[in-house]
Every structure is written in structure tokens, then in C-alpha cells.
């Protein structure tokens, strides 16, 4: 099956610093990856869709210029999270739709968890 | 905003007990998605329900789309220690998923 590789899968950094978060999908091509946050014993909240070649879409109350979305190719999608602060502290994972799989089928990457000192 | 609220929120059970989780919604969906949680991991899809009544299996595991498409439940009979996890249901709306509120089970031997 299709695989999505996240990493890394843990960063701890100071703030105020960025930090990058890298989602590629491995065996296929993904011309849409999506970037979820979830804090801890909730549910997962879509932030983004990142669109190869184009501007991501933001969902309300996300904000564009603190979550910056790379998507340069057609394996790769970014999240750079700028001038990081405490609160921004969760779990962030990133997925992607293999579109020769049925039933709409998205693929998750293993999270990268993000903790800001 | 969550469309989907997942009832009961947590729960905890011994080995070999039987357990509902609900995924109630007012709005219709065309599909519904289940999806199985593990700590520090990716959500991992179970099942794709289509058609309302639709009753699909996966071993221990029953999931029932309702007959309106507004709800959906998933039954596990005698639970197992690896069930424990964070399940999950959502709509595929187009491109975009967007999750339930989720259940957690804790399974204890």
C-alpha cells in the first residue's frame, strides 16, 4: 500500500525559532497532501490543504503567515511552523490521497510531535 | 468546526467485553470513513460505509451506516487489548477529511 513518511517525528525547540516539518509520499504521486494538528486526547483538526504548484487553502481561523505550506513537487509538502510558541505545542501529522486507490482512501504520515519550550 | 460528534467520548473496559461507539451528525454524507488511532501514529482506515443500512464486518468489529446517512455505529465483540486506540469517523467531502470527535478506548487484560 501507498506510504507517507513524516518527519521528524519529534522536535523540541525554543521559542520564537521555526520549525520544519517534512511530508513525502513515497511510492506515489500526491498532487494533495493535507496537514492536520491534534492536541493531547483530541480529535485530529484538518489546518490545511497544501496544492502542488499553488497557494494551500487555509481553514478558518488558521493562520496563513504562522503555518507557511510548501508543496513544490509532487512528493513533497511542507509545514513550516514560524516563531514558534508554547501553544503551538502539539501533534501535527500530514496525509495524502493515492489516486489509484478506491473508497477515497487517505494516507497518513506517523505525526510529527512538536513541543516548544 | 466538527460535524461529527463521537459518543461516549472515552471508555474504558475489560478484555472480552463488547463495546458501541456512536458517530452522530445532522447532516447527510454520501460516505462515511472509520479510522483506528494509536499513540504517537497516524490514523490507519478500518472501513468505508456507502449505503444507508449498509452493515459492513472485519472480524470482530460490525460498523452500520444509518439508513438516513446521518449516523453511523461501530460494535466490537470481545474486546481485545489491541483495540485500544482512538477511533475516529469521517466524511470524505470531496478532497478533504474531516474528522469526528472521536472515541478512546482503553481496553485493560
Known amino acids: 500500500g501507498a506510504v507517507v513518511s513524516q518527519h521528524p517525528s519529534r522536535v523540541i525547540c525554543k521559542s520564537g525559532t521555526s520549525v520544519k516539518i517534512e511530508c513525502r509520499s513515497l511510492?506515489?504521486?500526491?498532487?494533495?497532501m493535507f496537514w492536520y494538528r491534534q492536541f493531547p486526547k483530541q480529535s485530529l483538526m484538518l489546518m490545511a490543504t497544501s496544492n502542488e504548484g499553488s497557494k494551500a487553502t487555509y481553514e478558518q481561523g488558521v493562520e496563513k503567515d504562522k503555518f507557511l505550506i510548501n508543496h513544490a513537487s509532487l512528493t513533497l509538502s511542507t509545514l513550516t511552523v514560524t516563531s514558534a510558541h508554547p501553544e503551538d505545542s502539539s501533534f501535527y501529522i500530514c496525509?495524502?490521497?493515492?489516486?489509484?486507490?478506491?473508497?477515497?482512501?487517505?494516507?497518513f504520515g506517523s505525526g510529527t510531535q512538536l513541543s516548544v519550550l | 468546526t466538527q460535524l461529527l460528534e463521537q459518543s461516549p467520548q472515552f471508555l474504558s473496559i475489560q478484555e472480552g467485553e463488547n463495546l458501541t461507539v456512536y458517530c452522530n451528525s445532522s447532516s447527510v454524507f454520501s460516505s462515511l470513513q472509520w479510522y483506528r488511532q494509536e499513540p504517537g501514529e497516524g490514523p490507519v482506515l478500518l472501513v468505508t460505509?456507502?449505503?444507508?443500512?449498509e452493515v459492513k464486518k472485519l472480524k470482530r468489529l460490525t460498523f452500520q451506516f444509518g439508513d438516513a446517512r446521518k449516523d453511523s455505529s461501530l460494535h466490537i465483540t470481545a474486546a481485545q487489548t489491541g483495540d485500544t486506540g482512538l477511533y475516529l469517523c469521517?466524511?470524505?467531502?470531496?478532497?478533504?477529511?474531516?474528522f469526528g470527535t472521536g472515541t478512546r478506548l482503553q481496553v485493560f487484560p
Open positions: 460505509v456507502v449505503t444507508g443500512g
Open positions: 496525509s495524502a490521497r493515492d489516486l489509484k486507490e478506491a473508497n477515497e482512501k487517505l494516507f
Open positions: 469521517a466524511p470524505p467531502r470531496g478532497h478533504k477529511l474531516i
Open positions: 511510492d506515489f504521486q500526491a498532487t494533495t
